[in-house]
Antibody, heavy 122, light 107 residues
């Protein structure tokens, strides 16, 4: 079964850091681009970041550039999101999503995890 | 960034109704466009990609059309399981922005 399992969310103070993980199974992880999409409580979906299958190409929404880093370990079938300098507006459920295309991201997500909640508050 | 605007934001309909949701892009995106369905407490699910191609397993009562800046999602005959929130998304360029969502409720 194709599955994505996020972890690493929690409560953090403004200015703090968190690292999210997304463990993939059931498909050849190293062949597919991956992304993070977030959803603030009661709000819509926001694309956050994407990464090519090799990890060489990264993409970010402007609001997280310079603060978030997406990376992957293909030997561990795991995607990560390192989040620094967190702000209250980063509070959201963070989904890991598999791109339907191999190698480069096309932004079409055919598999989603269940999400991990990040709350930024003092 | 490309802005995506859905209408309506919410919609009440009955089982068996034909429903159309529209999405407009702030610039031409050709056919680089998707629809997702999200039910409460669940992750989004890909319904339609590349404007009009149904994802595997999606019932044929769902259809998509459009190009350029204007797109539509049509549900030909609403079923109880279709009551959910629907999101459009452009994949023409990063950031791959989503619309604000359309909540489809039971009348």
């Amino acid at each position: 079964e194709v599955q994505l399992l996020e972890s690493g969310g929690g409560l953090v103070q403004p200015g703090g850091s968190l690292r999210l993980s997304c463990a993939a199974s059931g498909f050849t992880f190293s062949s597919y681009a991956m992304s993070w999409v977030r959803q603030a409580p009661g709000k819509g979906l926001e694309w956050v970041s994407a990464l090519s299958s090799s990890g060489d190409n990264t993409y970010y929404v402007d609001s997280v550039k310079g603060r978030f880093t997406i990376f992957r370990d293909n030997s561990k079938n795991t995607l990560y999101l390192q989040m620094n300098s967190l702000r209250a507006e980063d509070t959201a459920l963070y989904y890991c999503a598999k791109d339907s295309a191999k190698v480069a991201t096309i932004g079409t997500f055919d598999i989603w995890g269940q999400g991990t909640m990040v709350t930024v508050s003092s | 960034d490309i802005q995506m605007t859905q209408s309506p934001s919410s919609l009440s309909a009955s089982v068996g109704d034909r429903v159309t949701i529209t999405c407009r892009a702030s610039q031409s995106i050709s056919k680089y466009f998707n629809w997702y369905q999200q039910k409460p407490g669940k992750a989004p699910k890909l319904l339609i990609y590349a404007t009009s191609t149904l994802q595997s397993g999606v019932p044929s009562r769902f259809s998509g059309s459009g190009s350029g800046t204007d797109f539509t999602l049509t549900i030909s005959s609403l079923q109880p399981e279709d009551f959910a929130t629907y999101y459009c998304q452009q994949t023409y360029s990063t950031p791959h922005t989503f619309g604000q969502g359309t909540k489809l409720e039971i009348k």
